[in-house]
Nanobody, 127 residues
Framework: QVQLVESGGGLVQAGGSLRLSCAAS????????MGWFRQAPGTEREFVAA????????SYSDSVKGRFTISRDNAKNTVYLQMNSLKPKNTAVYYC????????????????????WGQGTQVTVSS
């Protein structure tokens, strides 16, 4: 049983930055692709970013490309999401997720590819 715990959310003004963290336990973290997703009220959960198990490649949604950066520290079993130039439309609950299969060659970007989820952390961007 894997546990994922997000932190770092909060209230920030438009144009500001936040850094989310997700600490994992219970599975060999370094073997799995990790992803960040978000869900705003009344919308479906959407992909934000993902990073390959070895950190060798990343993927981003078009809406965050160039502003958000995903990274991981396998020694600390932690994945991060650095969010810069935040916009009010980025307001959502952000979730980290662990891919269902280890050592995936291709970084996956759909919800169904991830089988473990954190409880989420709220990010609110004011205008």
């Amino acid at each position: 049983q894997v546990q994922l715990v997000e932190s770092g959310g909060g209230l920030v003004q438009a144009g500001g930055s936040l850094r989310l963290s997700c600490a994992a336990s219970g599975r060999t973290f370094s073997s799995y692709t990790m992803g960040w997703f978000r869900q705003a009220p009344g919308t479906e959960r959407e992909f934000v970013a993902a990073i390959k198990w070895n950190g060798g490649s990343t993927s981003y949604s078009d809406s965050v490309k160039g502003r958000f950066t995903i990274s991981r520290d396998n020694a600390k079993n932690t994945v991060y999401l650095q969010m810069n130039s935040l916009k009010p439309k980025n307001t959502a609950v952000y979730y980290c997720a662990l891919n269902a299969r280890p050592y995936r060659v291709v970084v996956k970007t759909t919800n169904v590819e991830y089988d473990s989820w954190g409880q989420g952390t709220q990010v609110t961007v004011s205008s």
